[in-house]
Antibody, heavy 116, light 107 residues
Framework: EIQLQESGPGLVKPSQSLSLTCSVT?????????WSWIRKFPGNKMEWMGYISYSGSTNYNPSLKSRISITRDTSKNQFFLQLNSVTTEDTATYYC?????????WGQGVMVTVSS | DIQMTQSPASLSASLGETVTIECRAS??????LAWYQQKPGKSPQLLIY???SLHTGVPSRFSGSGSGTQYSLKINSLQSEDVASYFC?????????FGSGTKLEIK
């Protein structure tokens, strides 16, 4: 069974960087598909943030392009999100998901609050 | 970016009823549309992809239809376990975008 699990700090200070990990079990992230980060804001708006492909290429939402980085550790079957210079508007629940254009497997989500 | 306008924002229906949720895209998305269900405290679950294909394990009372810019999700014979939020997502073009969601309650 494919499972994804996000982990990382639940509180980040403004201007700092947000760093999250997605650990994948049941599927090797280099075998196929793209591996995405998605967030859901208070008020329920959802935003696709970007992905890292099975081959290691990346594609980011232009709204975040200057602040976002998605990387991976293939030895641990994990991929990562780094979002720089966060503000209170980055407060959201962050999900990782397997992307086949649509998202067929999701993590449980991690709530991140940006506050001083 | 392609804007996805979803309606209604909330919906209350009786058990056994049929409900329909709609999404309108700001341009033709050529059936590149998925529907998801999200229950409180849970992650989203894929219901429909390619506008009308039922994801594995999803009950057949869920169906999707539409084309061009107009798409809909229909739930037949509403069950208590269908209480959730539902949202659409277009994947015709990057950046992928989502509808604003519909909260479904039982009357």
């Amino acid at each position: 069974e494919i499972q994804l699990q996000e982990s990382g700090p639940g509180l980040v200070k403004p201007s700092q960087s947000l760093s999250l990990t997605c650990s994948v079990t049941g599927y090797t992230i280099t075998s196929g598909y793209d591996w995405s980060w998605i967030r859901k804001f208070p008020g329920n708006k959802m935003e696709w943030m970007g992905y890292i492909s099975y081959s290691g290429s990346t594609n980011y939402n232009p709204s975040l392009k200057s602040r976002i980085s998605i990387t991976r550790d293939t030895s641990k079957n994990q991929f990562f999100l780094q979002l720089n210079s966060v503000t209170t508007e980055d407060t959201a629940t962050y999900y990782c998901a397997r992307q086949a254009y649509y998202f067929d497997y999701w993590g449980q989500g991690v709530m991140v609050t940006v506050s001083s | 970016d392609i804007q996805m306008t979803q309606s209604p924002a909330s919906l209350s229906a009786s058990l056994g009823e049929t409900v329909t949720i709609e999404c309108r895209a700001s341009e033709d998305i050529y059936n590149g549309l998925a529907w998801y269900q999200q229950k409180p405290g849970k992650s989203p679950q894929l219901l429909i992809y390619n506008a009308n294909s039922l994801h594995t394990g999803v009950p057949s009372r869920f169906s999707g239809s539409g084309s061009g810019t107009q798409y809909s999700l229909k739930i037949n014979s509403l069950q208590s376990e269908d209480v959730a939020s539902y949202f659409c997502q277009q994947y015709y073009d990057y950046p992928f975008t989502f509808g604003s969601g519909t909260k479904l309650e039982i009357k």
